[in-house]
C-alpha cells in the first residue's frame, strides 16, 4: 500500500498532519523520530514528513533522526522543527530567533512554478510557532516563498525533492495549508489517494489483534459516540473475546439503556454484560445537593460497580477505551484547565491502574467526525453517530439540588420531549447540545381551574466547536412554543418553561 511516514519529533500536531494525508486518502504512518532509516525503507514510502517538535535543534540532547533517511531516495518535506533538521543535516545554519514567532503571518510565494504551491495564491496566511529560525540555506537549496519574518519560510531542493517550511501547514490556521500537504502527496510524491475507512478497519482490525492475542477485553459502553464505535470496531477484531459492560446508573435519558441493548446485544451481538445500579446510585445519592459532591458519588459508585461487572467475565488483561485524539490533547494537565476535569472524569481515569489491566485505544489517532464516519462504516445506526453530547454523571447534572426518582422522571420526560421536538424540526442534527434542565424552584400556575405549584424547566440549547466556549442557538419562535406547549401539557409536575440565553464563558453548558 502506497504510504507517507511522519517522524515524530514530539509536536502536539503530527496527528493533525496525519489527519491531513487522510484526508487526501493517502495512508500515512507515524514512527518514532529516531526510527533507524533500514527500518523506514522497509515500509517503502512514498515519501517522508519530519514534524515539528518542542526542541531546538542545537540543544545538547535535541531529537534526531538517523542520518540515513536522506539516502532513501523518498522526498522529504520538513515541517518547523522539521525543516530544522534538514538544515541542521545539510549544512545550512540555524540559530535562536531574534523573538519567538507565534501566530499569524503572511507567506508570498516567490516562486509560482515549484509544485508545493500548485493552486496556492501568490499571498495568503500562515501560522507560525517557533525560535529558531534558518539563517543560512543549505547547500542546493532556494528560497521559494517568504513571510514577514522570515526570508526562508519555504525552502526547495527540487532535484533531491526535498522541502522545508518554517510554518504549520497542517493548522486551521494556514488557509492553503491542505493545498499545500496536497501537492507534496500527491504532486511531488506521486500518491494516488484511494485510501478510505474501509482500509483503516483492516488496519485497525490487525492491530488490535496483534496488540490483544487470545486475551478477553472489557469495554465500558456509555451509548455515547466514542464508546459505541470503539465497540463495534473491537468487536469486528475480537468477537467473542469483548465483553462490553453497560452501567445503568439511573441518571439515563428515556430509552437509552433499551437502546443500547438493542443495538449491542441483538443486533452485533456482543457479550453485553448488563448492570442496573439504578437503585444503589439512588440511595447514594439522597440528600445530597452539592454538585462536586454529587459528581463524586457518581464517580466512584461507577468504578465499583464496573469492577464487580468485570468479575463475570473471567480474566479479562485489557481494558478498552473510546480515547480520542483529542482527549489526549486534553488530558494534558494544564493548571486551571477545567478541561482535564472533565475528561479525567470521563474517561474514569483511575480504572486502569486500579484493575492492573492494560488499555487498548483503537481511536486515540482519530478526530470526532472521522470516529463518526468510521462508526457508520461499521453499520451503526446514524442517531448513535450522530448523537449529541451527553455528561458521564447523566441527567444529574441536569437536576439542581437533590437528585429524586421522581425529579429524574420529570426530566426524563422533559428532555424526551425536546429530543422528539428538535429531532423533528431538523435542528438536533444542526447544533451542539439540546436539553432540558430542573429547576430546584416551585411557583404558582394554574390548569384548567386548579392552581398548581409546580416545578420550572429550563431549555438549554447551544452550538460550539469543541464545548469550550459555546453560543445560545437562535431557535424559531414557534419551535419554542411547541416545545414549551407539549412539555407543560405532557409533563406532570412542570408548569412554567424558561429559556436559558447565556453564552460560555462566562455560564457553563451544563447548570450542574
Ligand atoms: P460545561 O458544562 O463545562 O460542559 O460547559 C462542556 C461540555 O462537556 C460536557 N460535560 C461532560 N462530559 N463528563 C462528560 O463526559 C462530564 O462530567 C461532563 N460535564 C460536562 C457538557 O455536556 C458539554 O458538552
Redesign the pocket.
Known sequence: MEQIVILDFGSQYTQVIARRIRECKVYCAIVPCQTPAAEIARLRPKGLILSGGPASVYAPRAPLPDAGIFTLGAPVLGICYGLQLLAQFLEGKVEPGTKREYGKGQLTVKDPACPLFKGVPETSQVWNSHGDQLTRLPKGFKAVAVTENSRYAAVEHRGRKMYGLQFHPEVVHTPSGREILANFVHGICGCGGEWTMRHFIDQAVDDIRSQVGPEKVILGL?G?VDSSVAAALLHKALGDQLTCIFVNNGLLRAREAETVQEVFGRHFKIHLVYEDASRKFLQRLKGVTDPERK?KIIGTTFIEVFQDATHEVGQPQFLAQGTLYPDIIESIPIAGN??A???S???VGGLPKKMKLKLVEPLKCLFKDEVRQLGLELGLPKEMVYR??????GLA?RILGEVTASRLEILRNADWVVIEEMKKSGWYYKI??S?AVLLPVRSVGVMGDERTYDYTIALRV?D?QD??T?DWVKLPYELLETMSNRIINEVKGVNRVCLDISS?PP??????
Do not use: L, Y
Request: aromatic content about 12%; hydrophobic content about 35%.
Open positions: 456509555s455515547g459528581r477545567p478541561a476535569k472533565i475528561k472524569h470521563h474517561n449529541q453530547p451527553f455528561p458521564g454523571p447534572v451542539w447540545q436539553f447551544v460550539s464545548g469550550m459555546a460560555k455560564a457553563t453548558i451544563e447548570w450542574e
